[in-house]
């Protein structure tokens, strides 16, 4: 439910053209978008180690995801946003408070992650700097992330965006086949 007083965070659609001239569109994900998203987390955890999500993970019902998606509604300093490319789900990215205790409010966390077959566009970009934007305006004044190290696509992306490296998480993910990846920890200030 709701916070008190609370009005869900609606964020309009912004489109821009990508590489490739096709239309990418940002849109707030709504509980009436949980079953493609159920299909979107499924195929995203198969696609790529770089997830938290493995193809070994559950995926949530559709109702929990009905549920979820209107959490994250209902969070009025988070925005949870699909990205469509010609108005196909492309992926997701999300920005959401880092704690609800006064002395962490100025952090905010991040997330994106896309099907394999739009990486390369420029999606990965504009979202982040949608995000970002959003960041600031919502008041927060740090921004946090992990990317997983060997994925060496998405932290040049982050570092030409302003993010800096500040620390290591060791061990942070433990695939299937008893083998480690380490966390990259990174931050931005705004």
Do not use: W
Not at 2 to 21: H, N, S, T, Y
Request: with cysteine; charged share 25%.
């Amino acid at each position: 439910k709701p916070q008190k007083g609370c009005v869900p965070m609606i964020f309009p659609e912004k489109k821009a053209v990508l590489r490739d001239g096709r239309t990418c569109m940002l849109r707030s994900a709504v509980p009436a978008d949980a079953e493609e998203m159920r299909a979107y987390l499924t195929a995203t955890s198969a696609e790529t180690p770089f997830l938290l999500r493995g193809p070994q993970d559950d995926v949530p019902s559709t109702d929990e995801e009905r549920a979820f998606l209107q959490s994250c509604l209902d969070q009025p300093r988070g925005l949870m946003l699909t990205i469509r490319v010609d108005g196909t789900l492309a992926g997701s990215c999300r920005l959401s408070p880092e704690g609800s205790a006064a002395r962490s409010r100025h952090r905010c966390g991040v997330a994106i992650a896309l099907y394999q077959a739009y990486c390369g566009l420029g999606i990965g970009r504009y979202a982040l700097e949608t995000l970002i934007e959003a960041a600031k305006r919502i008041g927060y004044e740090q921004m946090e992330l992990s990317v997983v190290r060997g994925n060496g696509r998405a932290q040049q992306l982050y570092e030409r965006l302003g993010f800096q490296a500040y620390g290591l998480l060791p061990h942070a993910m433990k695939y299937p086949d008893g083998s480690y990846a380490d966390e990259i920890l990174m931050i931005k200030s705004l």
